[in-house]
């Protein structure tokens, strides 16, 4: 029974009031699912209209995929003058160099992880979708491993996360995360997993200066994502 529970969240079909939307298989439908749903879900609308007027300037995308989400937040919030795109898969990578052309993007070819004993990416059944796990097998050819710290990224406006369920490892490591004014974040536990059967515990535990703005989970509840604010302290 947990096999079969397992197959069905990774196929990530997602039922929405736009009809039956399967996650893409290429790249060139990647870009075009993106595009839909940060034009067309009620969510990332919701997410624009709060940061439209927050003047942000800089912005880090952890797990960037085809860089195509940076392009659409770049020409949403059009007061971005830098940005750093991290994406650990090379084929990825080399897309998403490609994809996004703009002077005030540097590019970063790693994976974030903390303490981690033989890391390895593994696909999310997702076209692009990687995550950095500890594992005896998986993909780890040429593979880099840094934490945020060991980037130097300056404290920037706003981060986006989506690393397939990759995120806890992270928000319970890094300091440099807590101290971000805006986190938009994807994550993968279950609603028994949760505060109030939505936000995980790990969020509510380990970011405890946020204060979450706007938040969505898929109809299914095989993941969620949320816009939370550093508070005013």
């Not at 880090?60 to 991290?86: C, H, Q, R, W």
């Not at 898929?218 to 969620?224: C, I, K």
């Amino acid at each position: 029974m947990r096999n079969v529970l397992q197959n069905l969240m990774n196929i990530r079909l997602k039922i929405t009031i736009y009809g039956v939307n399967i996650m893409p298989t290429t790249r060139e439908e990647h870009i075009k699912y993106t595009r839909n749903e940060l034009n067309n879900h009620q969510y990332y609308i919701d997410v624009i209209n709060v940061l439209i007027n927050e003047g942000v300037r800089t912005y880090v995308d952890i797990g960037a995929n085809t860089g195509e989400f940076y392009k659409v937040m770049n020409e949403k919030l059009p007061t971005i003058t830098e940005s750093y795109l991290i994406e650990p898969e090379l084929e990825n990578f080399n897309f998403m160099c490609d994809n996004v052309k703009n002077d005030n993007v540097t590019f970063i070819n790693c994976g974030i992880g903390y303490s981690l004993n033989n890391p390895v990416l593994v696909n999310n059944n997702n076209v692009g979708g990687y995550k950095v796990i500890e594992s005896s097998g998986g993909i780890n050819d040429g593979l880099i491993i840094k934490t945020l710290e060991e980037l130097k990224l300056p404290l920037v406006d706003l981060v986006k996360m989506d690393i397939e369920g990759a995120e806890f490892n992270v928000i319970e490591n890094s300091t440099w995360l807590s101290k971000i004014k805006w986190l938009e974040i994807e994550f993968h536990q279950t609603p028994q997993q949760s505060v109030n059967g939505f936000i995980p515990k790990y969020i509510t535990k380990y970011l405890p200066n946020y204060t979450i703005i706007v938040h969505d989970r898929d109809s299914l509840n095989l993941y969620g994502r949320c816009l939370l604010k550093l508070k005013d302290i």
